[in-house]
């Protein structure tokens, strides 16, 4: 890595990986060419379990490795326990972040940090894909429950 | 790619991608280095609801995606609904072909094709990893019921 690689940052619960996620991931990489870096934050057990009142099903170490076996990720790191956005951009140093479908909260916080310290860096809103029933970890554990039900 | 390209040859369903996967895949590339290529067939939706009864949860397409995005994958193709071992050979001519600590039947058909048609390729049996709950697609849709089941 040179000084003049350009850094994609994005994250997420990543919890029953499906083809949404690589396309978000490609997309995300996408928006800084290439050669860029793409290094992806992975939210942590305890985090999911706060916000939602019920952890992943796969657990964080996991689901970490999981995304950085892709072919598009560089590195996937676990988060801050309490999403500290101001320590992960210090620490990773982004020049473009890029935000879900369903990262309206993420995405807020990320503006009011970047503009309240002046940085430099692109936030990028990056759309979904298709209307597809099984672009969703929570649709297909749907689709897994309902299998289970009407199971013979 | 050069004539002296090693092939490897892996196949599954990857229903739910999971760290178990990832660990055979890398596995059974290590078998023939980091310069081998490794080719992965999917078990393609028909093929599955005629075997178990039901089909997998993420259809075909989605599946082959999810496993060609894996760095370690260099390329992944649908198999044919008959599940026609000499055919896929005949078309990969793999010099290892890897098989899972679950895919017995795949073995002994391979081991038999081998054997009859004195083709010049190893077979190597991939170990299971580790005894952890989450290395197995239906042991994750049993988590998922069974926190549908206790949901509040």
Known sequence: ?????????????????????????????????????????????????????????????HRRALVEALEVVDEALLGYEDVDLEAVIERIRPDVIAVGYDQDEIERRTRRIVEERGLKLRVVR????????????SKIKGKIVENWRSRP
């Open 126 to 137: 990056i759309g979904r894909f298709g209307k597809e029933d099984l672009n969703s970890s």
């Open 1 to 61: 890595m040179t000084a003049m690689t350009v850094t994609v940052l994005a994250s997420g619960v990543f919890d029953l990986l499906h083809y949404g996620h690589i396309r978000f991931l490609e997309e995300a990489k996408r928006q800084a060419g290439p050669d860029s870096r793409l290094v992806v934050i992975i939210a942590r057990d305890r985090t999911v379990r706060r916000l939602k009142g019920r952890g992943p099903v796969i657990p964080e170490d």
